[in-house]
């Protein structure tokens, strides 16, 4: 029973956390800059068309966080937000140091390790999955598959990336990834 509701605490607070971010990218919620301006900090990394990798990594963050806050198909909802991080982590962080107040490397790998975690442990007896039954989910061939699934895609993505000539220093447009807290005016 404490085992389930650690799992319940971890799954929420990532999945809202993921959520939030999602919709800082989508809509520009919670002092997010919108799917405008983040396409235009994605443009500047190399992600192109810009807005349309800004839908993905926003329905990616925003979905996957909803399905791990409710605890259905608690390995799908990691794995998004996994490969959302995976991106963040090799387009901005992993040029930086780990132990940097400035490059905040640590939580965009926290989330990263998080998910993994939960994609493996499943979702928990306090989720949609165990109450619908849907113990494959769990199964640990399923799982790794559906990571290794994402790791592909975005190394993919990573691979399609075109830097921007003269362009090394995107603007910013993600609140979270650049320590930006305050609300602009």
Same mark, same amino acid.
């Given at each position: 029973?404490?085992?389930?509701?650690?799992?319940?605490?971890?799954?929420?607070?990532?999945?809202?956390?993921?959520?939030? *971010?999602?919709?800082?990218?989508?809509?520009?919620?919670?002092?997010?800059?919108?799917?405008?301006? =983040?396409?235009?900090?994605?443009?500047? !990394?190399?992600?192109? %068309?810009?807005?349309?990798?800004?839908?993905?990594?926003?329905?990616?963050? !925003?979905?996957?966080?909803?399905?791990? =806050?409710?605890?259905?198909?608690?390995?799908?909802?990691?794995?998004?937000?996994?490969?959302?991080? !995976?991106? /963040?982590? /090799?387009? $901005?962080?992993?040029?930086?140091?780990?132990?940097?107040?400035?490059?905040?490397?640590? $939580? #965009?790998?926290?989330?990263?390790?998080?998910?993994?975690?939960?994609?493996?442990?499943?979702?928990?007896?306090?989720?949609?999955?165990?109450?619908?039954?849907? =113990?494959?989910?769990?199964? %640990? *061939?399923?799982?790794?598959?559906? !990571?290794?699934?994402?790791?592909?895609?975005?190394?993919? /993505?990573?691979?399609?990336?075109?830097?921007?000539?003269?362009?090394?220093? #995107?603007?910013?447009?993600? %609140?979270?990834? *650049?320590?930006?807290?305050?609300?602009?005016?």
């Amino acid at each position: 029973m404490s085992v389930d509701v650690g799992i319940l605490v971890i799954r929420m607070l990532l999945g809202i956390a993921m959520s939030v *971010h999602g919709a800082q990218k989508l809509f520009g919620w919670f002092g997010g800059y919108g799917i405008k301006e =983040t396409g235009a900090f994605l443009e500047a !990394l190399g992600f192109r %068309p810009g807005v349309g990798f800004a839908a993905a990594v926003g329905m990616s963050e !925003l979905g996957g966080g909803i399905l791990l =806050t409710f605890g259905l198909f608690t390995p799908f909802g990691a794995a998004s937000v996994l490969m959302s991080m !995976l991106l /963040a982590l /090799a387009s $901005l962080q992993l040029k930086n140091r780990f132990f940097t107040i400035a490059t905040e490397i640590e $939580l #965009p790998l926290f989330y990263a390790v998080s998910a993994i975690g939960i994609a493996f442990t499943g979702g928990g007896a306090f989720s949609l999955d165990a109450k619908f039954g849907f =113990t494959f989910l769990g199964e %640990p *061939h399923f799982v790794e598959g559906v !990571l290794m699934f994402v790791v592909v895609v975005a190394a993919v /993505a990573l691979g399609l990336r075109r830097r921007c000539p003269g362009n090394d220093q #995107p603007r910013k447009a993600d %609140p979270y990834l *650049h320590g930006d807290f305050a609300r602009r005016g």
